[in-house]
């Protein structure tokens, strides 16, 4: 079978409203335009439907009353939904892998949120599919996943360059879910993880133990809100409440090299150096523990911390484990095929769900030199 016309998910829509009791019986149903701005169709998709869910028994319609609940429509609603529901075919999701990403050895810290992903879809009957996304394919790509039956889609790293595309998947009511990431004026479904109060829990552990010369390790192209805007936002709070600013001039810095190793072998070239920094992105952390000998001894000479992983960041043996904050990867995979299962079943515009960050604390902090805590 092809996958779901438009119409169809709006039908299973109005007749779950129906048994839901969100449309009783002889209810008056909203006007078609207000209708279509709820859906996010046109008016005359909406008049289709109305149509179809007429000929189905479900609505009635009368010159003078309007669309009204038919009555008994509440069995034959359910009846409908147990009939759409048995043929409806395996669902296939789309994970969205931009190709520098998918292409690069720094990716691990992408392959347990995938696999979780994975492990989530299965429970449900469904299949997921890793699929390149290039930037060239701005408005082709959401042709090319219609084309190849995806039902929906879900978008680890939403950058600015691939907004374009993900209004168009908008516009063709194409379900999709993005990780972390709330697109301004686009009504995006969205799994949130709360990188404002993870890097302040990390700022008051290495305060505690004695730090004031600190340095968040900004990513502008990470995943999440553009330029990791509310990592940054929560650092710098923390550190004017700690009264930090005045003594140490580099709170936050953004790696300008495109190349991660680049990027940290001329960090750690700077002097002074901080007694402590926190990578705000997992690239730039892989890169620091794949890189030779710095002459820096974690956590003797070095405290190091990390926001948002996506994996457990082993070091190698080169040093501890890293201490860091993290998002429950099963809850977020839960959690995005719960979106998706919803939008797919034709509702809209599901709201944004926000999940509490895991601290694990290891061995890579410890207290400052002595002559350094201030």
């Known amino acids: 079978m092809t996958r779901r016309k438009i119409s169809d998910h709006l039908l299973l829509?109005?007749?779950?409203?129906?048994?839901?009791?969100?449309?009783?019986?002889?209810?008056?149903i909203p006007p078609a335009r207000e209708l279509a701005k709820q859906f996010g169709v046109a008016r005359a998709t909406i008049d289709a439907v109305v149509g179809e869910a007429a000929a189905e028994g479900l609505l009635v319609t009368e010159a003078r009353r309007g669309t009204r609940v038919a009555a008994g429509a509440a069995g034959r609603a359910r009846e409908l939904l147990d009939r759409m529901g048995r043929t409806r075919r395996e669902v296939r999701i789309a994970i969205l892998m931009p190709e520098m990403r998918a292409c690069s050895t720094q990716d691990i810290s992408l392959r347990p949120l995938v696999q979780h992903l994975a492990e989530q879809a299965h429970k449900r009957g469904w299949t997921v599919e890793a699929v390149l996304w290039p930037v060239a394919a701005q408005d082709s790509f959401p042709r090319l996943l219609d084309d190849?039956?995806?039902?929906?889609?879900?978008?680890?790293?939403?950058?600015?360059?691939?907004?374009?595309?993900?209004?168009?998947?908008?516009?063709?009511?194409?379900?999709?879910?993005?990780?972390?990431?709330?697109?301004?004026?686009?009504?995006?479904?969205?799994?949130?993880?709360?990188?404002?109060?993870?890097?302040?829990?990390?700022?008051?552990?290495?305060?505690?133990?004695?730090?004031?010369?600190?340095?968040?390790?900004?990513?502008?192209?990470?995943?999440?809100?553009?330029?990791?805007?509310?990592?940054?936002?929560?650092?710098?709070?923390?550190?004017?409440?700690?009264?930090?600013?005045?003594?140490?001039?580099?709170?936050?810095?953004?790696?300008?090299?495109?190349?991660?190793?680049?990027?940290?072998?001329?960090?750690?070239?700077?002097?002074?150096?901080?007694?402590?920094?926190?990578?705000?992105?997992?690239?730039?952390?892989?890169?620091?523990?794949?890189?030779?000998?710095?002459?820096?001894r974690v956590p003797e000479d070095l405290s190091v911390a990390a926001s948002h992983c996506l994996a457990d960041e082993g070091a190698g043996g080169r040093y501890p484990p890293i201490t860091c904050t993290r998002p429950n990867l099963r809850r977020v995979a839960e959690c995005s095929m719960e979106l998706l299962g919803r939008m797919i079943d034709g509702e809209p515009y599901p709201p944004p769900i926000r999940l509490p960050y895991v601290l694990a604390q290891s061995e890579s902090i410890g207290p400052p030199r002595v002559g350094e805590i201030e």
Not at 13 to 28: H, L, M, N, P, T
Not at 209 to 230: I, Q, S, V, Y
Not at 281 to 290: P, V, W
């Open 13 to 28: 829509a109005f007749a779950k409203r129906i048994v839901e009791g969100s449309w009783g019986g002889d209810q008056a």
């Open 148 to 296: 190849r039956r995806f039902d929906g889609a879900f978008c680890i790293v939403a950058r600015p360059e691939r907004l374009m595309p993900l209004y168009f998947m908008r516009q063709r009511n194409f379900p999709v879910v993005v990780y972390n990431h709330k697109v301004f004026d686009l009504p995006l479904p969205t799994v949130m993880f709360d990188e404002y109060a993870s890097v302040q829990e990390l700022g008051r552990l290495l305060h505690a133990l004695g730090h004031r010369r600190m340095c968040l390790l900004a990513d502008p192209l990470g995943p999440g809100d553009f330029g990791h805007g509310r990592q940054v936002a929560g650092w710098l709070d923390f550190c004017r409440e700690q009264e930090l600013l005045g003594g140490w001039d580099e709170p936050v810095y953004f790696p300008g090299h495109p190349d991660p190793q680049c990027a940290m072998r001329a960090f750690f070239r700077r002097r002074p150096l901080p007694t402590a920094v926190i990578f705000g992105s997992g690239r730039h952390l892989n890169a620091f523990i794949q890189m030779g000998d710095i002459g820096l």
